[in-house]
């Protein structure tokens, strides 16, 4: 509500969302559903206006990026399997060549020993069967986009707005539960026209007089409890 009167511009035809936890899929959401169908909600009328009236000047395309892999990805299989039937206005859809790039061995590894993430690849295998009719459906169109890594953004023509974003494409080195990810040696990268692009890959917290955070903006805890000074004990 702070941020109601916020100047965000007209995204034009596509939008980029950086991250892939839970709070990136409801950006994404948010921005390509049909605002009529959000209006129970509590979000702010104004945002939903805002919305309604980028979609009638043409906005069609959110894509959702993330570094690394489908199987390091933040998001729930909830809000993954949400994005397959929350709109019939929209269709998501996942490139399945980035999507078989993600399964290194390390990956591989790490998928064997998580329920969780076995569960999600016949969803993401899903829109990855919906990726065909990219081109051709009427549908607004919600992308994932994996083992991609902004880079640049790219200026308009005025150098006041922004005309797109450079994704270079990335791979995933390291041991399995440790991966991150690489620029790729090949120096690939793609250039995705965009009018908006919005981070969403987590935060930190603002200082508090007596509460303990360590050196990355987060509060000390164990199990929940805050913890003071090492060795000080929690309450």
């Not at 200026?155 to 450079?166: E, H, K, Q, V, Y």
């Not at 805890?221 to 913890?227: E, F, N, Y």
């Amino acid at each position: 509500p702070d941020y109601r009167g916020l100047e965000v511009p007209e995204p034009g035809e596509t939008a980029v969302v950086l991250g892939q936890g839970n709070v990136a899929l409801d950006i994404a959401r948010i921005l390509i559903r049909n605002p009529d169908e959000m209006k129970s909600t509590d979000i702010n009328p104004s945002t939903l206006e805002k919305v309604a009236a980028w979609q009638r000047q043409g906005l069609r395309t959110v894509h959702v990026v993330g570094r690394r892999g489908f199987v390091q990805a933040a998001f729930t299989n909830a809000e993954l399997r949400e994005l397959l039937t929350f709109s019939d206005e929209v269709l998501t859809v996942v490139d399945p060549e980035e999507l078989a790039q993600c399964r290194n061995p390390a990956s591989e590894q790490e998928l064997s020993k998580s329920r969780m993430k076995k569960r999600s690849v016949e969803i993401l295998e899903k829109m990855a069967e919906n990726f065909a009719q990219s081109k051709t459906t009427s549908k607004r169109i919600l992308r994932l986009r994996f083992l991609r890594s902004p880079s640049r953004i790219l200026a308009g023509s005025d150098a006041a707005r922004l005309s797109g974003i450079r994704l270079d494409r990335t791979f995933l080195e390291g041991e399995p539960g440790n991966q991150v990810a690489a620029k790729d040696p090949s120096g690939s990268f793609e250039d995705v026209p965009c009018g908006l692009v919005v981070r969403s890959v987590g935060f930190a917290a603002l200082p508090v007089e007596g509460l303990p955070m360590d050196g990355r903006g987060r509060v000390r805890h164990s199990r929940g409890a805050v913890q003071h000074a090492e060795g000080a004990g929690s309450v």
